[in-house]
Structure formats: C-alpha cells, structure tokens
C-alpha cells in the first residue's frame, strides 16, 4: 500500500461528456502528477502540481485540465471526452518539486469512453 | 525528447531461472531511474529508485544497475517465482517528469 488512494475504480462515458478524476495523495506530499495508460502502453505523463499550482505538462490538450488542493487532494478534469480517453488514469504524489524523489502511484481510475 | 525503449517485451521461462530485464534511453540528463511492477488492470508498485549518481540498486532478489552514460539500466531478478508474474515497467525521472517504456509482461511457469 502506497497511502494514494484515487476515486471512483471505474467509470463509463459517452463522447463529448465531462468527467473529474480524484486522488488523495500521502499526507506531507507536496507534488503530485497524473498519467494516462492505454491499453498495452507505459503510462503518459499529463501534468504535475506542486503546491497547488501547475508545474510541469507533457504533450496533452487543454481540456485536460487539474487542481491541487491544500488537503493533500487532487483532481483531473477531462472536457469533451473522446473514444482515445479510454484509458487508466493513475496519480501519483511525491515529497519535493525538483524530481529526484519515488512517485507512489495510487491504484488508477480506469475510464472507458463510448 | 526522451524516449524509454523495454527489451525484451514478453518473457516467458520455467521457475527458478534467474532473468534479466532491459532498458535504454536516449537523454542522459535523468534526476534517477526506477523500475515498478503492474499486475493486471492494477496501479504501479515501486520496485527500486537509482540516483542518477548511482550504479545499482538491490532489493532482496532484485537487483537494478544503471549506467547513465550509455542510457542503460537492467533489472536482474533472481531464482524467479510464479509470483513474479506481471508486467515490469522501466521510467526514467527528467525535467519533464517520468518517462516510461512500454514494459516487458513476464511469465514465470510453476
């Protein structure tokens, strides 16, 4: 067990809707990031907030969107879902900013878009 | 960009061999590098984490080298057990986060 829990475990859309992901990182973490996983891929790295603000984006559209809160909690927003959306969400919460610390994952969120 | 290349990207071999499991990568500029385990449909489970002024890493039969300058690390598993079963992921940690590969799904047969 890595103390990162996400909500809800599954969850099923139809294209063009809205859907909000959430993780509760470890207690003390400050940086937590978000990974989308298709099927038979490594995880992609969507983006990573420290200290409630967004510090780093890898090569996703703005309707992927987030929010760190200062209870250690987070949210991933995805806008205009597509059928590609399909896939395990996971995050995942480190103690410090620069990078050189272990990610623990939480367990995912897989989403299936139709 | 970065990118993380897994080989081999399935193995499957008797119990009790002992594996070894590759990865490269094309950037050298890395905070560290880590190998996790996904079981099936699962989150990631952190196996170990080397510095990037490591050489290796040990973790009971796990045992993980990096060699930063060549953009190579290994995973070496030894006396391997059913239960090592599972997909094992290689990320290397740089400015823009945690880049992975694609994994290499393992099978160990009782």
């Known amino acids: 067990e890595t103390g990162v829990t996400q909500s809800p475990t599954h969850l099923i859309k139809t294209r063009g809707q809205q859907v909000t992901l959430r993780c509760s990182s470890q207690?003390?973490?400050?940086?937590v990031s978000w990974y989308q996983q298709a099927l038979g891929q490594g995880p992609q790295f969507i983006f990573q907030?420290?200290?409630?603000?967004?510090?780093g984006r890898g090569n996703f559209p703005p309707r992927f969107s987030g929010l760190q809160f200062p209870n250690y909690s987070s949210e991933l927003n995805v806008n205009a879902l597509e059928l590609d959306d399909s896939a395990l969400y996971l995050c995942?919460?480190?103690?410090?900013?620069?990078?050189?610390?272990?990610?623990?994952f939480g367990p995912g969120t897989r989403l299936l878009v139709l | 960009k970065q990118e993380v290349t897994q080989i081999p990207a399935a193995l499957s071999v008797p119990e009790g061999e002992n594996l070894v499991l590759n990865c490269s990568f094309t950037d050298s500029a890395i905070y560290n590098l880590q190998w996790f385990r996904q079981d099936p449909g699962k989150g990631l489970t952190s196996l170990l984490l080397?510095?990037?002024?490591?050489r290796e890493q040990t973790s009971g039969r796990l045992n993980a080298s990096l060699d930063k300058s060549s953009g190579r690390s290994t995973l070496y598993i030894a006396a391997s057990q059913p239960g090592d079963s599972a997909t094992y992921l290689c990320?290397?940690?740089?400015?823009?986060?945690?880049?992975f590969g694609k994994g290499t799904h393992l099978i160990i047969q009782p």
């Open positions: 907030y420290y200290r409630e603000e967004e510090n």
């Open positions: 207690s003390g973490h400050n940086t």
């Open positions: 080397i510095q990037s002024s490591q």
């Open positions: 990320a290397v940690h740089g400015a823009d986060g945690l880049t």
């Open positions: 995942a919460s480190s103690l410090g900013r620069t990078g050189g610390e272990t990610q623990y």
